[in-house]
């Protein structure tokens, strides 16, 4: 650890209130402005009115004299021999916008500030560099980390003490006096004064300290064998801490009580790992997290879409903060889920989340937004909680409104602050069909109604706020989210959303040179803009959702995006000599630290992303450059895989990947094998024929199209619709196209024949002659011919053919 750290006679107060912020944070205290926020018109403004940032906007009417981070607030600072106060959070913070209204607006403590130090404003997910090397300071501090960090530096931006959330005044707790901001800001002050070398001499102490624990896992490379119990050891870790009551991970040994984070990353190591070994039990403890956050609290049943953690261990009371990150992760998550395992309750989730995103995280030109705020009007969760009389108002019968309650929990004693009602499903909802004496099916599709019905009502309601900037790191999750969803869930239009948000990164945010921007925003005068050199995982996510697309699609142009991006991460943030990815770029601005991120957390490190990413172009590919990267990577962080496996699980299920794929051919290869000639298979076509006639075109256009198809004995083909999930992509299609696209058309399909299997299940056929009937409106050119295609597959008892289109055309 370097040498010892100074016994200052400060060091009392330092150690004092550094623990301050988390003690606050983690109470319910009745502090001044908690819970109400006075709507004034702005009296102040200062240098933040200029930044692109909804977090520092927010504070750009405070009368603190605040600076965003850069050289003109260090060199006031060194001019005039003041130490630095920096406040980092972010724009859907609670807390940061409890400080924000205590402390930030109020003028005498404003004045304090003013005078006494230059005051710097940053925002996390602009700058997560800066925020990972001073909450790491916190951490070797001895503090617990949470926004917003409030730290004092020197002049050279060395750390000397800080915390999180500090209440204006003292506070009196469990009999002792606890230091308010006004008093810290205030013996800070005086220990400037007094004690000024002392205090310098701590900070050059705290920031080789801060270094040393930032640079510890990528000193050297570990003599660690990259092998199989690498991968138990990280599983079985996570393992030991899964609730067996509520599912979701946390300390065994505090009986999972407390603060419940989703950590997709981790389930999905779990995921990866149960389905691979066949271990029932732990895809049991899988499954019971997915469907017991599916129906909590933490999930948004009327809106759809995650809340960012539970606060306690049944996933019933959330804290409402709505990140894209979380809701990224989560649905692919859920899609691979679906993927092994396709229950409607996966299916429900990412469509209902994809639907919240869509609807209220999505720019114009395609992009995704941020976050959604906790609070509307001052308080924490009022836009989404219930009382039981507005149900009842809002729904306008006792019966509905009876119904609704029973199926969402809200009746007893409340669940939030003993006054009102989070929304969730405490029972199974085939227990109220059955009391309600319907099917299954007619309770969902009456719960639709309802939920409708009181998802217009809350929209009335003063909305939470939305950060609108788009950060290249977070796009790119939600890219890859809706890419797999597409993929499994057979949703071509999931597919073309994830192409859209794509091209308006590479199209926005990628400069002349091929290199990549952080955040793209509307800056305080109207002016959009893209700014700041993109960090490691807006690289590493963003490959990753381009390769996710490239799985859906197909389309070589967004592999060959990924490769691009992949070679400017190397030269950029490669460690040549022991491998890995440095956080920021090598032309970067020069911090005192300059970490290699690895630990996977809410969202998993940039070198795990990048490590899995490297092993899927290097199937994806055949390229071995991609191979020795990925192993390089693997070594460097070998040593913490072994030693604390459970902290790095999307490293671990990269290396799964890549201990997978060792010894196999490449999919490049797997697909040119696949592609050369092996005979001439038979395929549905040659005993299928398909004719088509259609009437005049009416006045207005219509015209009515008869389709014939004649079906050699013994095959048959799947109907439309076949009643099977599992053969939907075989099931008979009509399309009619007008100059090779795709034009509106009705289609009435006949019914099938119904098939009874006791294996797959019961599925419907045509056989012999089908006759479709469909309904255009003609284009403008009436004289052009329309093309008919029906895609068919034709099968027996025994085979099934390739499936074809067959094409004809009419005038």
């Known amino acids: 650890m370097g040498r010892k750290m100074h016994p200052l006679s400060v060091r009392w107060w330092l150690a004092h209130f550094t623990a301050l912020g988390a003690v ?103 700058r997560p560099d800066i925020d990972e090397i001073y909450m790491t300071a916190l951490h070797v501090m001895g503090g617990r980390g949470g926004w917003p960090l409030s730290i004092f530096l020197t002049s050279d931006a060395k750390p000397i003490v800080g915390g999180t959330y500090w209440p204006r005044e003292d506070q009196k707790i469990e009999g002792e006096t606890a230091l308010g901001f006004k008093s810290v800001v205030a013996k800070m002050i005086e220990l400037h004064r007094d004690r000024e070398k002392e205090l310098q001499q701590q900070a050059d102490q705290l920031a080789e300290l801060t270094q040393q624990a930032l640079e510890r896992a990528s000193r050297g490379v570990a003599l660690v064998e990259l092998n199989r119990g690498l991968l138990a050891s990280a599983a079985e870790g996570l393992k030991e801490d899964l609730d067996p009551v509520y599912g979701g991970i946390g300390s065994a040994t505090r009986r999972h009580r407390g603060t419940k984070f989703p950590m997709p990353a981790a389930l999905g190591l779990l995921l990866q790992y149960a389905e691979r070994e066949k271990d029932a039990e732990l895809m049991g403890l899988v499954t019971l997290t997915l469907e017991k956050m599916a129906l909590g609290g933490i999930y948004d049943h009327l809106g ?46 990412i469509r209902e989340t994809l639907g919240f995103v869509r609807r209220e995280m999505t720019s114009p030109e395609g992009g995704f937004y941020s976050a959604l705020d906790a609070d509307s009007d001052g308080k924490e969760g009022e836009f989404y909680v219930w009382m039981p009389e507005e149900i009842h108002k809002a729904l306008g019968d006792e019966a509905s409104a009876t119904l609704f309650r029973a199926a969402y929990g809200v009746s007893g004693h409340p669940n939030f602050e003993e006054k009102a009602f989070i929304l969730r499903v405490p029972r199974p909802l085939a227990e109220i069909a059955k009391e309600q004496k319907l099917t299954d099916a007619e309770l969902e599709q009456r719960l639709e109604t309802l939920r409708a019905k009181l998802l217009e009502h809350r929209n009335q309601r003063k909305r939470p706020f939305l950060d609108t900037k788009v950060l290249t790191a977070w796009n790119g999750q939600m890219i890859a989210g809706y890419a797999l969803a597409g993929q499994v869930l057979k949703e071509p239009d999931y597919v073309r959303t994830a192409e859209k948000a794509a091209d308006f990164v590479l199209s926005r945010l990628r400069t002349k040179d091929g290199r990549i921007l952080r955040t ?17 995982d807006d690289y590493a996510f963003l490959i990753h959702g381009l390769l996710n697309l490239h799985d859906a699609t197909r389309n070589k142009r967004w592999l060959d995006d990924a490769k691009r991006l992949s070679d400017v991460v190397v030269r950029w943030h490669g460690d ?74 999307y490293m671990a299920k990269a290396l799964a990947s890549y201990l997978d794929a060792k010894g196999k ?114 284009p403008k050119d009436a004289d052009a011919p329309l093309e008919v295609e029906v895609h068919v597959q034709a099968c027996t008892e025994k085979e099934c053919l390739v499936g074809a289109w067959l094409k004809t055309s009419i005038k």
């Open 665 to 778: 051919p490449a999919e490049a290869a797997i697909r040119k094998e696949e592609a050369k000639p092996t005979g001439d298979p038979r395929k549905s076509g040659a005993v299928v024929k398909l004719t088509a006639s259609a009437e005049k075109p009416s006045a207005e256009g219509r015209q009515a199209i008869a389709i014939t198809l004649t079906i050699e004995n013994p095959w048959h083909l799947y109907a439309n619709p076949v009643g099977l999930k599992s053969l939907e992509e075989s099931q008979t299609t009509v399309r009619i196209l007008h100059h090779g696209k795709e034009i509106a058309a009705q289609v009435d399909y006949p019914s099938g024949k119904l098939v009874k299997d006791n294996t797959v299940g019961d599925y419907l056929v045509y056989e012999g002659e089908v006759r479709i009937s469909a309904q255009v409106i003609r």
């Open 576 to 649: 040549g000599e022991r491998g890995g990815y440095f956080y920021t770029s090598s032309d970067h601005e020069k911090l005192f630290a300059r970490p290699k991120d690895y630990a996977d957390g809410a969202q998993p490190s940039g070198n795990s992303v990048m490590a899995e990413n490297l092993v899927r172009l290097w199937r994806a590919t055949g390229n071995d450059k991609y191979h020795s990267l990925a192993e390089k990577s693997f070594k460097q962080f070998a040593g913490v895989l072994k030693a604390n496996g459970s902290a790095l699980p």
């Open 24 to 126: 606050f944070a983690s109470l319910s205290l009745d502090v001044a402005g908690a819970s109400e926020r006075k709507e004034t018109e702005p009296t102040s403004t200062n240098r933040l009115v200029k930044e692109s940032s909804p977090y520092l906007l927010q504070h750009a009417h405070n009368p603190v004299d605040w600076f965003p981070w850069g050289p003109e607030a260090f060199e006031k600072a060194r001019k005039e021999k003041k130490f630095i106060f920096l406040s980092i959070g972010y724009s859907s913070c609670h807390w940061c916008h409890v400080m924000e209204r205590e402390s930030f607006s109020n003028k005498e403590v404003a004045e304090l500030l003013n005078k006494h130090f230059v005051c710097i404003k940053v925002d996390r997910e602009e």
């Open 520 to 536: 793209y925003n509307t800056r305080g005068d109207g002016q959009a803009e893209a700014r700041l050199n993109a960090y490691l």
């Open 304 to 349: 759809g879409g995650f809340h960012r953690y539970s606060t306690e261990r049944t996933w019933t009371v959330p804290h409402f903060e709505k990140m894209l990150y979380d809701n990224a992760q989560l649905v692919e998550l859920y899609g691979r889920a679906y993927a092994i395992d396709p229950r409607p309750l996966y299916g429900k989730v």
